[in-house]
């Protein structure tokens, strides 16, 4: 049996990967803002150290992966907030849980999305990755929803393949699934905002597969990343998105 944390696995995406993962005979400490073995706040620091506290006072005995899960959508306001939680949540926690994963040479599964090649790298992905949590903030409010959320998983994807290199030496694996639509409470909201919800079921009615995704087809990739058959990769950004960024990006990979 394997012990695994996780945040955001509460509902979507998260619930679908603790079942699966709980449903294998593993051990999954969740963290989120309700109905979770640590509830916390992601979206300031002291939520943030909460759950990283709580996470080790369950597994001092170190942990064979991390899945930093928890994120809002483009229909949340203040795009600030898409910021903070979507990246620096993710990123943070990574970082303070690196000695427990170190312990079991653990494996760390990111949540990208297809939307992260949709945007161009700028400057807002730039503060994102220096660490500059309170400007990138500012600048994000400054712009639109999608260009926070884009811009926030382009940032994760840019951020894990830095970090694989050094984190390989260490003996660690850091990879992402980037999912496509995929039908949860977070889409949900998407698709009832009155600015996003028509694009995004435009896009849904595009998927060269002909339907959108479910949770647990994004479960699945992600516990393959975390078994023993995903042992030769790292820094891999898996697409799960229905044939999505395939046509929309056809000559670059």
Not at 55 to 70: H, K, N, S, V, Y
């Amino acid at each position: 049996m394997a012990t695994y944390a996780m945040s955001g696995g509460a509902t979507g995406i998260g619930a679908a990967i603790r079942k699966t993962l709980q449903t294998a005979g593993h051990k999954v400490v969740v963290v989120d803002l309700k109905d979770a073995d640590i509830c916390a706040d992601l979206s300031d620091y002291a939520g943030r150290q909460r759950a990283v506290d709580g996470i080790r006072q369950r597994c001092p005995e170190g942990l064979d992966g991390f899945i930093p899960c928890a994120g809002v959508g483009p229909s949340v306001r203040p795009p600030s907030l898409i910021t903070r939680i979507n990246y620096f949540a993710a990123t943070t926690m990574t970082e303070g849980l690196l000695d427990l994963l170190e312990k079991r040479s653990g494996r760390i599964v990111m949540i990208a999305s297809n939307s992260a090649p949709m945007i161009e790298h700028n400057d807002y992905i730039d503060l994102l990755l220096a660490n500059d949590e309170e400007a990138a903030c500012e600048l994000a409010d400054s712009r639109d929803t999608h260009s926070a959320y884009a811009g926030s998983k382009h940032g994760i994807c840019c951020w894990l393949r830095r970090q694989s290199g050094d984190l390989a030496r260490r003996g660690l694996r850091i990879n992402a699934v980037a999912p496509g639509i995929v039908q949860t409470p977070l889409s949900d909201k998407v698709l009832a905002d009155p600015e996003l919800g028509q694009v995004m079921k435009d896009f849904g009615d595009s998927v060269p597969l002909g339907k959108v995704g479910q949770p647990e087809q994004i479960a699945s990739v992600v516990e393959f990343l975390l078994g023993p058959g995903a042992d030769y990769m790292t820094g891999s950004i898996v697409f799960v998105d229905g044939g999505h960024d395939a046509m929309l990006r056809p000559d670059t990979f």
